[in-house]
């Protein structure tokens, strides 16, 4: 089992930047599908964001697309989302997750939280004034 633990999440103002990363732990992750997902309390576990295990391959909600960016360093089980002119809207819980689908680029299974099977604990992102 993955443990993954997110970090760099807290209060921003609008149009502010965020950098919050996942560290895996117990196992690697270089040969996981990773993703970004956020629940806030009146909604259901959104997906905001997914990176192949190759890191070549990358998606966004169309909500955050243009201002978020994925990646990931397999050499450091670690992987990073930059979000740059956050929006009140961005405020949420985000959480990382992982899972092993093969070594594929794409695929419907990218996009849905009960298609992973470990997850972090969550880190709050705020935007406010």
């Known amino acids: 089992q993955v443990h993954l633990a997110e970090s760099g999440g807290g209060l921003v103002q609008p149009g502010g930047s965020l950098r919050l990363s996942c560290a895996a732990s117990g196992r690697t992750i270089s040969t996981h599908t990773m993703a970004w997902f956020r629940q806030d309390p009146t909604k259901g576990r959104d997906f905001v964001s997914a990176?192949?295990?190759?890191?070549?391959?990358?998606f966004y909600s169309e909500s955050v697309k243009g201002r978020f960016t994925i990646s990931r360093d397999n050499a450091k089980d670690t992987m990073y989302l930059q979000m740059n002119s956050l929006k009140p809207e961005d405020t949420a819980v985000y959480y990382c997750?992982?899972?092993?689908?093969?070594?594929?680029?794409?695929?419907?299974?990218?996009?849905?939280?009960?298609?992973?099977?470990?997850w972090g604990q969550g880190t709050l992102v705020t935007v406010s004034t």
């Open positions: 997750a992982a899972a092993y689908f093969g070594r594929v680029e794409s695929g419907d299974f990218f996009f849905f939280p009960t298609d992973y099977s470990d």
């Open positions: 990176i192949s295990w190759s890191g070549n391959s990358t």
